[in-house]
């Protein structure tokens, strides 16, 4: 990491009923000049990240944003400075959006972005973006196989189309079993399985990830703890574990039968 300071910069996921997000391009005078983002822009001493974002799209939208969830924060080095970007995902607002500072703006969908060039730090942000929204758990262990499977069914039916094999005490050979006995359903409903194991156990089960898999498309909005599950804003409530978050656990977290 380069011995510059870093920029703190507030960036806005604002996201339409039908999945669209919002892009800009960077006007003309500006480093990356021509590249599209994410609409936002440099947090000003002493201003609050929340303030800073309810701010920059005032002035380069002519909104008012209701609501904004933290989402990813992440650092890129860029050749001429280093920016730690605060993400932001924005469901509503008041206003129809429209450029202030002359620059061009498109809705595009996550997972088929057709402006270009992308400024290299949003790369990741969209393959997020393109993840299911929930991410259920695995807790067989305490549960039990057969009531782990039978809520898996009820949550695939309800709508989860992500999970996470853990339950690491289990033997290895019932580990294979149960990984099997979650992917063949899971795949029926065109849920992806992630599986935390040996390489050879995940390729034995067929998931679409084992945890030595360095595929960009792993998930990362999940704290890793077996009975909980994230979700974000208006995404569906489906879940398999019942065990739930103690007091002092993150904003976003949520248990259900």
């Known amino acids: 990491m380069s011995a510059q ?3 703190e910069v507030v960036a806005a996921v604002l996201t339409q009923p039908d999945g669209r997000v919002l892009l800009a391009q960077r006007p003309a005078g500006k480093a990356y000049a021509g590249h599209w983002e994410f609409p936002g822009g440099k947090v000003e001493p002493g201003e609050s990240l929340d303030a800073a974002l309810a701010r920059e799209l005032h002035e380069e939208l002519g909104i008012v944003v209701t609501h904004p969830c933290r989402w990813i924060t992440r650092v890129f080095e860029y050749p001429h400075a280093v920016v730690r970007l ?9 206003g129809e959006p429209h ?6 703006f498109s809705w595009q969908q996550p997972d088929a972005v057709e402006v270009t060039p992308l400024l290299p730090a949003n790369f990741p942000i969209l393959k997020a973006l393109s ?8 807790h067989a262990e305490s549960l039990g196989v057969d009531t782990f499977l039978a809520r898996l069914d009820v949550a695939l039916a309800n709508g989860l189309r992500l999970i996470q094999l853990r339950d690491k005490t289990l033997p290895e050979d019932e580990r ?7 992917v063949r359903p899971a795949h029926r409903h065109g849920a992806r399985v992630l599986v935390k194991g040996s390489l050879a156990m995940a390729r034995a089960a067929g998931p679409d990830r084992g945890d030595n898999d360095s595929s ?3 998930p990362r909005a999940c704290w890793s703890t077996a009975a909980w599950i994230w979700r974000a804003p208006r995404a569906p409530t489906a879940c398999i574990s019942i065990r739930p978050p103690p007091p002092d656990c993150p904003p976003g977290l949520t248990a259900a039968g």
């Open 176 to 182: 294979l079993a149960l990984a099997r006995e979650t």
């Open 5 to 7: 300071p870093i920029t």
């Open 86 to 94: 605060n993400f932001f995902r924005v469901f509503e607002w008041q």
């Open 131 to 138: 993840l299911p929204p929930l991410l259920g758990i695995s």
């Open 216 to 218: 960009p498309a792993a």
């Open 99 to 104: 450029p202030h500072e002359g620059q061009l």
